[in-house]
């Protein structure tokens, strides 16, 4: 089969599997169903006492001190940065002297991820994911690198890998990277490497620095991992994502949970789209050793204003507004059946978006030594 239409072929496959996933998560949440994890947060939380602590002096000084260094939007925070690179990062570093940020490890072993990544909403994070790279394929010199960040131990990388595998020979022509900031995670994705023969670079490091070339890459995705940055650090990784991408095509794909998001209503949608996995008390098990972090960053998320959420509608205006970017589509599901708490974004980068980024490019093409950038340029 010639690439053009193999290409086509599984464009086709991974539409008709975003409509099935579509139906999935729209199903209404049942009577039992809603019991059940009504029931289980009552036995965990007040029969057994594991509300999670959170400093409330410390959380009420960051309520206090932020709003005295930051604006309210993550795009406003962007203006900043892109207006005064050094001056903003000052502030980060002045503003976190006095509230030392809470940081929450996300471990993700493949041996109890796997059943998480089972439910409809993380497959259609896959199709997302696969969606972006077909919206700008192939590259305009044929060659294509891909960098999945906050990749954990891999799984959109390898969604990357896999796909672009399927339209170049013995490997030759595509690069794919994945980044992320435990080394345990990184570690257990160079394990499924050797296991698999699959051929990403993993490496180790923080979100905020992309240690790529500008113009360098056709595919930027990120999944789950910029709620788990600080929010006043958020610029700083929207920046890199649009400096690392090329202007001729380069595009970005940004899926997290949004501001509807709490951790009852992402259970609400665990058990009405895949309740037959969650009726397995092995399972419920294993999926409780994320569920402990994640209590944590939702009772964060709620008490520091470092923690917060950003918007559906903050995220898509800094990349429309402040980047000048193309949008190319907005995802939000469920679509019913429940609170939207889970926002998808696909955009674009182009000439405009550089000429709005050109001070921050240079601030940090002065730490390209320093960092040890990969050497990937076409």
Known sequence: ???????????????????????????????????????????????????????????????????????????????????????????????????????????????????????????????LTRLALFSNFPSSNGKYSALDVGTGYGRLARVMEDTLRSFYAAGKGYRVFGQDILEGNIEAAKKLNRETGSEITFFTRDMNQLPFPSDSLNLVNTTDASYLNFRHRRPFYIAEIARVLRSDGGVGCITNPNENTTLKEYNYLMMRTNYRTYLNPVNIMKAAVLGKCSIYIDALSKARPDWALTTTEDMTNLLKRVLKSDIINVNNWPKKGGLSIYSGITFAVNDSTKKQIDRYTTFRERQKAAEQWFDIKA
């Open 1 to 127: 089969m010639k690439k053009e239409e193999a290409v086509k072929e599984l464009l086709k496959q991974t539409k008709e599997k975003e409509e099935t996933l579509y139906e999935l998560l729209n199903q209404p949440l049942s009577f039992m169903q809603k019991a059940l994890v009504d029931g289980l947060y009552t036995f965990y939380f007040d029969v057994l006492g594991k509300k999670p602590k959170i400093d409330e002096d410390a959380a009420r000084q960051a309520r206090e001190t932020f709003k005295n260094y930051f604006p309210e939007k993550v795009e406003d925070m962007l203006v900043q940065l892109l207006d005064d690179p050094e001056g903003y990062h000052q502030k980060v570093v002045a503003f976190e002297k006095i509230c030392p940020p809470v940081f929450v490890d996300f471990p993700t072993d493949p041996s109890y991820y796997r059943i998480i990544i089972s439910d409809p909403s993380r497959q259609l994070q896959e199709v």
